[in-house]
């Protein structure tokens, strides 16, 4: 009885193969897109775990030769006996067989616990670390590349980036051949009290500060976490099309629900069967979906290291490595998803009476109650992501309003293309237009999840490709603005300093002091900057908001300058007296924008900062010169003058390089942008066939007063597009308002600062068009279905053997 | 004469082979008459009824409609034909379902051109579809679907209505009143009815009958 039961239930599927396919298809995809944003995000995560620990020792302060020589084990010693808290550090390119490796060589005795990448803490591994014959700690994939080549015993860790070993120091010294010189002391934070100064204590020794670069977590969290917010709203309209084809499937089994139910199955016999035909399909739909998933990844993979790499310096492997949880997680989602889409069919199955007559329809007529809940949830929804943009805080509030916008701005759709679609009805004044939009509304309810699911996708790509593009321009501008001295130029005393001053005098047109200062304001450590009164910094200067005279009011020394996280954070305006170490005051001028700093920042005047903080290190410059004249410039600087590579930067390449990064990022959200569309469309699709199928009665009238089959085909034709059309309109203000709450609400509560926003309406067109094409793909088939009706099939259904 | 049926043959091709559904008719109609077609079940009633209706093409002959063939039509042709010339009440699902009975009764009289308010509100009040006219088709009991269709046909002011068992699917009662006022209704609109059904009974109740057997006009 029981399978008896459960085969007639399956045989559906047997029936309406395209209706499976559907459903596995829209589930499937919409796990792919979860899973292969999430493979992207993990992937990338991990690498900056590695990187970081690497990096670690180096957001510590460190000591370094003025002139890059090696610091003598001597000075190591001496500074040691007077108490300074240092480790040495040992690092250099050493071959091992045929591969090349970077060798950095620790003390892990003396080592602060910060600068501790790698776990030596259990005590085999730490003797075998400290061993003579020694011990390299490496990645799984270097200890790979180096099997064969060294005699030395390997550990591997899955914290250390690849190509690169950690060692002992003396393992490092030995191998190096540096007979105890060392490359840097890593300085600890904790230092006793009463240590000698360092200029005493060891000449030529320069501190080189933790944090010179933005931060890179920081830039890309930003990055990651628009990712998953894409990735989710790529699952949410995959939903969408399970939901409709599950529910579809459930309507047109009512009938063989009830005559099981009334040969006496239990109601929750059925509703078993019908759990478990539910999990199975999910669970195939999900492999299936981590599996293309894992393809997209690896295909998107290259452009998202590329961009990452470029962008923020992070190292991120282009290829993917398989883990477990994605398979874990990828098919959890699948199976929630589809249990969530699935609940309200489930249900309704539990509700359904025994004796109702069936209603072949019923689920395309979706009765005017269920119309009039959506449109009151879809305003409450809106209400309720206004109230939380307006008075919301934190970043979970920030995603509250993302999730109300969309869903609200969903469920109103039909409600608004329905009022569309009436009064053009009521506008019309010829018959066949009035019943083309009367008929196009009879439509929508059938079609109306799909519009939905199209709305989504529509809208996330014109936000989602607002943000990026606002986020190119303002950042690329932004960079334009910093760097708008050709070259930058570190000396590496003030000696040098002073003697390029006088050099640079007569080869470069202005030769800009970059001084700084440490130190502590309104309860933060930042840093302090002094400018140079020059037109670069008037021209230039990134400015948020100020008073008319403030670079006056700069170069007099009255006023200061704070950048936006400052501003934002400590709540500080325009006009407020802002105390600064030293015991004195400057008035707030103006704020400006400093994307990618984590902390606060003030400007003063030059004389100011020269006048307070007369110990200030003047060894940084920005040098304009005329753009032909940079090359020589630079090769000079590195030439004649013997300054360092690394103490030279020219900037027109540096920004050349962000941008290259930038059209890389474009590649992977544009690739993401065709992906959701494509799932839209798909279940655009997948509505219009399973219409197309009750269409006849409905057209047959129509053809009998005098209307060809021709002109019938081509009605078709413009409602799609119609619907389409109105539906990417709708989805144009959504757009920017998912845009608008991305860049100024939960981009300002998750990194500090916001993006202004850029509108690109010649991308909507783009979009449109692409929108346009995925429309006349998606009616494609059920359009060939119709023209292939003949007079008889049309006429039968006048006829009572229907 | 207002149609005139000239040898009109149809075949049609089944996977079981050929059926030779009509072999040579000839049949005129007045205008202004009306005339029940009979005949037993799978004779070919329907079938010729679309060919005068302009919804089929014959194998071969002639179907003069006030002296035009329509038999040699195209596609368009014979829309514009049944747009103008030709009222059509079927057995059911006459009505399109996304219009409401007002929009359904005037439907076909404003796509051919010949809107008639004081004519259809006549038809209206007669059939008593006053208060219906807010309605959509699916509200409607059969009953009332086929008055609406009767007056959706007539609002028109077709010269030729053609009508296929258009009570077949009424009880007796119904189908009486409903038939009765499509009678009335076309006879004082001046235009000719031909008029598919199985009751001899109702065939009574018009100008005259003709016989369909195999395939021929007997
Ligand atoms: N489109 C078609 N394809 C093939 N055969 C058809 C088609 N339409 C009708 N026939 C056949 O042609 C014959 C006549 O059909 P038709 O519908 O004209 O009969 P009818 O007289 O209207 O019958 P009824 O009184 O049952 O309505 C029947 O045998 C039918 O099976
Ligand atoms: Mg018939």
């Known amino acids: ?802 | 004469m207002l149609l005139s049926l000239r040898n009109v043959s149809k075949t049609y091709a089944t996977p079981e082979g050929k059926i030779e559904v009509l072999k040579g008719i000839d049949f005129d109609l007045p205008a202004a008459q009306s005339v029940a077609l009979t005949g037993e079940s799978g004779s070919g009633k329907s079938t010729l009824l679309h060919l005068v209706a302009g919804l089929d093409q014959p194998d071969s002959g002639q179907i003069l409609v006030a002296g035009r063939d329509i038999a040699g039509l195209g596609d368009r042709g014979r829309a514009a034909y049944r747009r103008s010339d030709v009222g059509l009440i079927f057995q059911q699902f006459n009505l399109i379902p996304s219009l409401d009975v007002a929009a359904n009764i005037s439907f076909h009289a404003r796509l051919a051109g010949r809107q008639d308010t004081t004519w259809e509100t006549q038809l209206i009040e007669t059939l008593g579809l006053t208060s219906l006219m807010r309605r959509y088709p699916e509200q409607l009991s059969g009953g009332q679907q086929q008055r609406v269709a009767i007056a959706r046909t007539l609002a028109a002011r077709p010269a030729l209505v053609l009508a296929d068992e258009p009570t077949g699917n009424l009880d007796e009662t119904t189908g009486d009143t409903v038939l009765g006022l499509m009678l009335s209704l076309t006879k004082s609109s001046g235009a000719a009815l031909l008029m598919v059904t199985h009751s001899p009974r109702l065939a009574l109740m018009l100008d005259g009958s003709v016989l369909l057997r195999s395939g021929r006009i007997a």
């Open chain 1, 1 to 802: 009885m029981y399978w008896a039961a459960a085969t007639a239930l399956l045989s559906h599927w047997r029936r309406h193969p395209v209706q499976l396919a559907t459903l596995l298809l829209g589930l499937a995809l919409a796990t792919a897109l979860w899973s292969g944003v999430q493979a992207i995000n993990a992937e990338a995560r991990a690498s900056y775990g590695r990187a970081a620990s690497v990096l670690d020792q180096n957001r510590l302060a460190q000591l370094v030769e003025r002139d890059g020589d090696l610091i003598s084990a001597d000075r190591y010693a001496l500074l040691r006996r007077d108490g300074w808290n240092v480790s040495p550090v040992i690092e250099g390119d050493v071959r091992f067989g045929r591969e090349r490796i970077r060798l950095i060589g620790i003390d892990p005795l003396t080592m602060p616990p910060e600068g501790q990448s790698v776990e030596t803490a259990e005590a085999q591994d730490l003797f075998d670390f400290l061993s003579p014959s020694g011990l390299l700690i490496v990645s799984p994939a270097t200890a790979e590349r180096l099997e064969g080549q060294t005699a030395m015993k390997l550990k591997i860790s899955g914290q250390m980036p690849d190509g690169a070993a950690f060692a002992d120091i003396s393992i490092a010294d030995r191998l190096l051949a540096r007979n105890g010189g060392l490359s840097r002391l890593v300085v600890a934070p904790e230092q006793a009290l009463d240590l000698g100064r360092l200029d005493q204590l060891a000449p030529g020794l320069t501190v080189r500060q933790a944090g010179d670069r933005p931060d890179v977590a920081q830039l890309t969290d930003s990055f990651h976490l628009n990712l998953t917010a894409f990735g989710f709203l790529a699952f949410a309209v995959g939903l969408f099309i399970v939901y409709a084809a599950i529910g579809l499937a459930f309507e047109q089994r009512r009938s063989t629900l009830r005559t099981l139910r009334a040969l006496g199955l239990s109601l929750s016999a059925v509703t078993v069967t019908l759990m478990v035909e539910i999990l199975v399909l999910a669970l195939v739909a999900g492999l299936t979906g981590v599996v293309i998933g894992y393809g997209m990844a690896s295909l998107l993979l290259p452009g998202v290291a590329a961009t990452l790499r470029g962008l923020y310096g992070a190292d991120v492997p282009g290829t993917l490595s398989l883990r477990p949880e994605w398979w874990a997680t990828g098919l959890g989602m699948a199976i929630a998803g589809t249990m969530i889409s699935s609940a309200q069919s489930l249900w309704r199955v539990r509700n359904m009476p025994l004796l109702a007559t069936a209603q072949p329809r019923a689920w395309a007529r979706a009765s005017a109650r269920s119309a009039r809940f959506q449109l009151v949830a879809g305003l409450l929804l809106i209400a309720v992501a206004l109230t939380l943009s307006f008075t919301g805080k934190g970043l979970a509030a920030g995603f509250g309003v993302l999730a109300c916008l969309l869903l609200g701005a969903a469920l109103l759709l039909p409600a608004i293309l329905s009022g569309f679609l009436s009064i053009m009805q009521g506008r019309s004044s010829h018959p066949l237009a009035a019943w083309f939009w009367a008929d196009t509304r009879q439509q929508l309810p059938g079609l109306s999840l799909a519009l939905m699911a199209l709305l989504l996708a529509l809208a996330a790509n014109v936000g989602v490709g607002t943000m990026v593009s606002s986020f190119r321009l303002t950042f690329v501008g932004w960079l334009d603005q910093r760097l708008a001295a050709e070259l930058y130029v570190t000396a590496r005393d003030e000696d040098e300093a002073s003697r390029l001053r006088i050099w640079l005098m007569d080869r470069a047109t202005t030769v800009l002091p970059i001084w700084n200062v440490e130190g502590e304001v309104l309860g933060e450590t930042l840093q302090i900057y002094g400018v140079a009164n020059d037109p670069t910094y008037r021209d230039h200067w990134p400015l948020l908001r100020g008073e008319k005279d403030v670079w006056d009011q700069i170069a007099t020394g009255r006023g200061a300058l704070v950048n936006e996280q400052l501003w934002r954070k400590k709540g500080v305006e325009i006009g407020d007296q802002l105390p600064l170490p030293g015991g004195w005051s400057v008035s707030i001028v103006g704020i400006y924008s400093d994307y990618g700093n984590p902390k606060g920042q003030v400007i003063i005047g030059i004389d100011k900062l020269a006048e307070h903080y007369p110990d200030v290190s003047r060894l940084r410059y920005g040098i304009r010169a005329s753009p032909k004249a940079v090359p020589a410039l630079k090769e000079q600087l590195t030439g004649e003058f013997r300054l360092p590579s690394e103490n030279v930067v020219d900037q027109a390449s540096l920004k050349q390089q962000s941008r290259g990064v930038f059209e890389q990022t474009f590649a992977v959200t544009g690739a993401l942008n065709i992906f959701t569309l494509a799932v839209a469309g798909f279940a655009m699709f997948a509505s219009l066939l399973t219409l197309s199928g009750i269409r006849l009665p409905q057209l047959a009238p129509v053809w009998s007063m005098g209307v060809t089959r021709r002109d019938l085909v081509a009605f078709e034709i413009a409602r799609t597009l119609a619907l389409w059309l109105a539906t990417f309109i709708a989805a144009l203000p959504v757009g920017l308002a998912l845009a608008w709450v991305l860049l100024s609400i939960v981009n300002v509560e998750a990194f500090g600062w916001r993006l202004p926003m850029h509108v690109f309406p010649a991308d909507w067109l783009q979009l449109g068009l692409v929108a346009l094409a995925a429309a006349g793909l998606s009616i494609l088939i059920p359009l060939r279905r119709l023209m292939a009706v003949g007079p008889s099939e049309l006429l039968r259904t006048f006829a009572n053997e229907r």
